[in-house]
């Protein structure tokens, strides 16, 4: 399945509609304006919380956490990488990697060695856009999770 992640660029708390490979709104990213770090609500278009996102202050690199109901589901941590960014993340789910491509925002999620996303930054846009495809066995709603985060890092750092 394919999905499009456009971040408005003037957007306040950090707050998006994720749409399908038919243009349809699938899911919903609502942020909280006044909160130390990043914390994001990935909710269903009824506005129902399928996952939060919480980033975790006072790292060396980047770390994140993912709830599903209160509980922490998955842990994502950014590794020293010389060119590009890489990212570990550990989940009730499995294993998984990302590794970005230098200089052209293009990102792959693999699990147990398997590629199981592959996201490209779509340039000529007012908006950070992502065409995001993930295999039909995966929870679409996690990878999402993911891509976000490698969002938000790699943004943050680019201010």
Do not use: W
Not at 67 to 72: F, I, T, V, W
């Amino acid at each position: 399945m394919r999905f499009q992640v456009r971040q408005r660029v003037f957007s306040l708390g950090d707050s998006f509609t994720i749409r399908d490979q038919d243009d349809n709104d699938y899911f919903q990213v609502v942020g909280r304006v006044l909160s130390l770090g990043n914390k994001l609500s990935l909710q269903d278009m009824n506005g129902t919380e399928l996952y939060f996102i919480e980033q975790k202050l006072l790292k060396l690199f980047a770390e994140y956490s993912i709830l599903e109901h209160g509980q922490a589901v998955a842990t994502c941590k950014q590794r020293f990488a010389f060119l590009g960014s890489k990212f570990d993340i550990t989940s009730k789910y499995g294993n998984y990697a990302v590794d970005g491509r230098p200089m052209n925002y293009n990102y792959s999620i693999t699990k147990n060695g398997r590629t199981v996303a592959t996201i490209d930054k779509q340039f000529f846009s007012f908006s950070d856009t992502y065409g995001v495809e993930i295999v039909d066995d995966e929870d679409f709603a996690f990878i999402l999770c993911l891509v976000i985060v490698i969002d938000q890092v790699v943004h943050n750092n680019n201010n």
